[in-house]
């Protein structure tokens, strides 16, 4: 029988991989600026400078079926901007969204079947009254190739 493996190291790493280089900005959100892509951290250095990109937690839990190995993992993208408003932080909820949905799953490729949910997108105000940032919950649900029979 085929042996249960983690998913979740999996689908960070290859969130990370997407998502850096798939969010770009314009400056100011000016629409004649040349867009300027935003960085993805998974621990922000402390000489960063907003907008950027953070992977936050993730867990995994079992979702077995009858037949085969299952997961789910759950994990979290936060966007920070100093942009005054929050039209920053939206649009970069909307392209990271955007990005995880369409290819998330052509590179978790060795996996059974694999869905994506966009579970929720909140925007927040950080006590520091310059930056705002955002929480985007992903949800990816795996299913493993089926149990071989022994």
Do not use: C
């Not at 009858?66 to 920070?80: C, I, K, L, N």
């Not at 920053?88 to 590179?107: D, F, N, W």
């Amino acid at each position: 029988m085929r042996e249960r493996r983690l998913a979740v190291d999996q689908v960070y790493r290859a969130a990370y991989e997407l998502l850096n280089g798939s969010v770009a900005l314009r400056p100011g959100m000016n629409p004649s600026a040349d867009p300027v892509v935003v960085k993805v951290y998974d621990e922000v250095p402390e000489q960063a400078t907003q907008p950027y990109l953070v992977l936050g937690a993730a867990f995994e839990l079992p979702d077995d079926q009858h037949d085969a190995y299952g997961s789910v993992v759950t994990f979290s993208v936060q966007p920070w901007s100093r942009y005054r408003g929050y039209a920053e932080v939206v649009s970069m909820l909307s392209q990271a969204a955007g990005a995880l949905e369409r290819q998330l799953p052509a590179v978790l490729s060795d996996w059974r079947h694999v869905t994506i949910k966009i579970a929720s997108a909140r925007t927040f105000r950080d006590p520091d009254p310059a930056l705002r940032y955002g929480v985007l919950d992903v949800e990816v649900r795996l299913t493993d190739q089926p149990h071989e029979e022994s």
